[in-house]
């Protein structure tokens, strides 16, 4: 069964873009066991339809060294559910949630030294990014391209540049919108290059798909490459 987590939000933050910031404390002396890139399952205990609790994983924003506190962001969306909830916390409320969950985490090192890492975040994909390149990731050697959707209400470009190493070695930001097929070809053809590096995906399968099944006929190695699919709807173009 899995361990029940409960944490007090300490803080709260209206980001530019629109997503909520929570800063959290956990209620218990012990930590999470938390690896960057990994997820908690948020319990709202609001009912659904079949009358059981609203639940909804949220990959965790930042997490202190010992596990203690912790931050998620939470997209604001217009319908109701786990987001809703979230949005709607204030300081002192109380969060109930399991994990940390996933196998999003950072690439072992190997014999052979990688030349570096290539991350690739589709809308709020790039919240599975955010531990990675904070805590893992050598900034110096990585290169991310975030395609954001200009839709959602989530995170500006210019708060996202505020919470990524300075030293990161190349950001490239496209909207999402504008995002095709034809633009996947002309990443593998532009980022052949990227093969030999290590490979994060993150974000709706029908995006991260084509582009990870692109790299491996470019001959990139499937244990090089790790990929966080939040869900895979069908493909519209892409």
């Known amino acids: 069964m899995s361990t029940i987590h409960f944490a007090a939000v300490r803080q709260t933050l209206r980001l530019e873009g629109g997503a909520q910031l929570l800063r959290c404390h956990m ?40 596990g203690t506190e912790f931050s998620l962001l939470a997209e604001k969306l217009p319908s109701a559910g786990v987001s809703v909830y979230l949005n709607e916390r204030e300081v002192g409320d109380r969060l109930q949630f399991t994990g940390p969950w996933g196998k999003f985490k950072t690439l072992p090192e190997t014999d052979t030294p990688v030349p570096g890492a290539v991350c690739f975040a589709f809308g709020t994909g790039i919240n599975a990014l955010l531990g990675l390149l904070n805590r893992n990731l050598p900034a110096p050697k990585t290169h991310l391209f975030w395609f954001r959707d200009a839709n959602t209400a989530f995170m500006s470009d210019v708060c996202l540049r505020d919470h990524l190493p300075h030293n990161l070695h190349e950001l490239k930001i496209e909207d999402l919108e504008a995002y095709s097929e034809e633009r996947a ?19 709706e399968g029908h995006w991260t798909d084509g582009l990870a099944e692109g790299f491996l006929a470019l001959g990139a190695q499937p244990e090089r490459m790790r990929r966080e699919v939040f869900y895979r709807s069908p493909r519209q173009g892409v």
Do not use: M
Not at 43 to 57: F, H, I
């Open 27 to 66: 209620e218990s002396a012990q930590g999470l066991a938390y690896e960057p890139g990994q997820y908690i399952i948020i319990n709202s205990g609001l009912p659904n339809a079949e009358g059981k609790p609203l639940k909804r994983a949220y990959t965790l924003f930042a997490v202190n060294e010992d």
């Open 185 to 203: 070809q002309e990443l593998l053809a532009d980022l052949a290059w990227a093969k030999d590096h290590d490979l994060y995906l993150a974000g």
